[in-house]
Nanobody, 127 residues
């Protein structure tokens, strides 16, 4: 079992930056691939970014490519999502997720691919 807690959300203005953190506990974090998703009111949960357990592979949704950076520090059991040049359309609850990654170098972009989820952190970007 992996317990995940996100933090770092808040209210910012368009063009600002935020860094979300994803703290994991319970199992060896380095054995898990990690993903970030977001869900705006009235919309389905959507993929944002993902990183393999080693950090060697990273995937981004086109809407955040070039603005967001996903990373992880396995020694600290923590993942990160650096969000720059934020836009009002980035407003959502952001979720961190983890899954066992037996292949080692894969990223996963579907919510159903993940076993463990955090409770989410709200990001609000004003125009």
């Amino acid at each position: 079992q992996v317990h995940i807690v996100e933090s770092g959300g808040g209210l910012v203005q368009a063009g600002d930056s935020l860094r979300l953190s994803c703290a994991a506990s319970g199992r060896t974090f380095s054995n898990y691939a990690m993903g970030w998703f977001r869900q705006a009111p009235g919309k389905e949960r959507e993929f944002v970014a993902a990183i393999s357990w080693s950090g060697s592979a990273r995937t981004y949704d086109d809407s955040v490519k070039g603005r967001f950076t996903v990373s992880r520090d396995n020694a600290k059991n923590t993942g990160y999502l650096q969000m720059n040049s934020l836009k009002p359309e980035d407003t959502a609850v952001y979720y961190c997720a983890a899954r066992t990654d037996i292949y080692g170098g894969s990223t996963y972009a579907r919510p159903r691919d993940y076993e463990y989820w955090g409770q989410g952190t709200q990001v609000t970007v004003s125009s």
